[in-house]
């Protein structure tokens, strides 16, 4: 399972910054998928994820209400819609997907099983 992350950037409080992450159509059709974010010394920190079919979206409370994700399966790309960024969003953020399809949808980092490589979110005050 390859992920591939793009979409981020260095923008100040408040602003917005989308996310996107493209992988083979099989996994967009078979895996629940997600986004996670780290920051250096702390431990991986689950935002939110969809399942596969896009039926049922999970939140981190941290995110809940500013951050949307979703999914196009037809385009095979997933989304992570970012408004009113604050400087803790700062981190690394990655592309997840759920170990296989009968997984129940992810609610923690721990939960997923393939990752792919992070995009750095930066928020200046």
């Known amino acids: 399972v390859q992920l591939q992350a793009s979409g981020g950037g260095l923008v100040q409080a408040g602003d917005s910054l989308r996310l996107s992450c493209t992988a083979s159509a099989r996994t967009f059709n078979t895996l629940h998928m997600g986004w996670c974010r780290q920051v250096p010394g702390k431990e991986r920190e689950f935002v939110a994820s969809?399942?596969?079919?896009?039926?049922?979206?999970h939140y981190a409370d941290s995110v809940k209400g500013r951050f949307t994700i979703s999914k196009n399966n037809a385009e095979n790309t997933m989304y992570l819609q970012m408004n009113s960024l604050k400087p803790e969003d700062t981190a690394v953020y990655f592309c997840?997907?759920?170990?296989?399809?009968?997984?129940?949808?992810?609610?923690?980092?721990?939960?997923?099983?393939?990752w792919g490589r992070g995009t750095q979110v930066t928020v200046s005050s």
């Open positions: 997840t997907a759920s170990r296989h399809m009968y997984t129940p949808l992810p609610r923690a980092s721990s939960d997923f099983g393939f």
């Open positions: 969809i399942s596969r079919i896009g039926g049922d979206i």
